[in-house]
């Protein structure tokens, strides 16, 4: 029989691999968080300047990462740095934690504190130009210590692997792990110029517009499907001829006005051209489907002040 005090002992060092067992589990969150800011901007050297610390640093909390993982999550040769594919299934988990732990900092501030830190947005091209960067200088104005990292493209693009905190898209939305908030309808005009009618005739039906020249948005599922809705409920899908297929609507402009083709296009980018009597809206009793316009954020609920701040705003603000 064992002797009080050797059992003693044994069970202090039991409690100890224990207590050595739960803590080698936790997660290491300060080499994810750092292993994200070198994926967000592809260079130790300049992730350990944005997080305000030595490259060594942060080289070395990757290196423990890597160990504790045992696998490699860079390629690192003296001129490239690039994502193993463990390091690209990884990457989204670290943004993941370093945003949460960001969020969660914020959160834990006095909400009298001045709002502070960089926000990243995105936005399609003509829309961005037009409607959001105006949007973005007010915000800035009004908050002079939030910077705003304002992306603006017609691609589709990935918000998480861009490391955005939010975008704006003009799109039905499919069902995804993203949050997205509807903010308004965006119309379709389907329009052409008065030289293009002239010498064409003026279609009175969509199944009309199949022997016309059209004029193609390309960053939709099916650029040459045009769809409507008309009298009595009906509804048409006519397959168009693309003359001109483009992956920016504002581009059309130009064909449009020199009589090219017909256009199928958003008040924003062709307002001013109806405006000036530049093209004609036809086909008035059948109308596009509407595109919706989103604010889409990654999936976590958790945002910093600042993001909320802004996300606010321009549903505010938004203007369509």
């Not at 990757?62 to 390091?87: I, K, M, P, W, Y």
């Amino acid at each position: 029989m064992l002797s009080p005090y050797v059992a003693l002992i044994i069970v202090s060092e039991i409690n100890s691999i224990e207590t050595d067992c739960f803590y080698m589990r936790l997660p290491d969150f300060e080499a994810w968080a750092m292993f994200a800011a070198v994926v967000e901007h592809r260079s130790f050297t300049e992730a350990a300047k944005a997080l305000s610390l030595s490259k060594a640093t942060v080289s070395k909390a990757v290196t423990r990462l890597e160990q504790h993982l045992d696998t490699s999550l860079f390629n690192r040769t003296s001129r490239r740095l690039a994502l193993t594919e463990s390091g690209k299934r990884l990457a989204d988990h670290a943004r993941r934690i370093l945003a949460e732990g960001e969020a969660a900092e914020e959160a834990a501030r006095d909400e009298t504190d001045a709002l502070s830190g960089i926000v990243r947005l995105g936005a399609p091209m003509t829309f961005g130009l037009l409607r959001v960067a105006p949007l973005v200088a007010q915000f800035t104005r009004d908050h002079p210590q939030v910077d705003v990292d304002l992306h603006l493209t017609d691609e589709h693009i990935d918000i998480v692997e861009r490391g955005l905190d939010a975008t704006i898209r003009i799109a039905d939305m499919p069902d995804s792990s993203l949050r997205a908030r509807r903010l308004a309808d965006v119309n379709l005009h389907v329009v052409a110029s008065p030289s293009y009618l002239a010498e064409r005739g003026r279609p009175s039906h969509p199944a009309d517009l199949s022997t016309h020249d059209c004029l193609c948005y390309t960053n939709v599922a099916t650029p040459d499907i045009w769809r409507f809705s008309g009298p009595g409920n009906q509804s048409v899908a006519v397959q168009v001829r693309s003359r001109i297929s483009v992956n920016s609507g504002e581009a059309m402009l130009p064909a449009l006005r020199l009589g090219v083709g017909i256009a199928r296009l958003p008040d924003f980018i062709v307002g001013d051209a109806l405006a000036a009597g530049e093209v004609e809206e036809i086909l008035t009793d059948w109308r596009p489907p509407p595109f919706g316009l989103h604010l889409v954020t990654p999936p976590s609920r958790l945002r910093p002040t600042r993001v909320e701040a802004l996300l606010d705003f321009l549903t505010r603000h938004h203007g369509c």
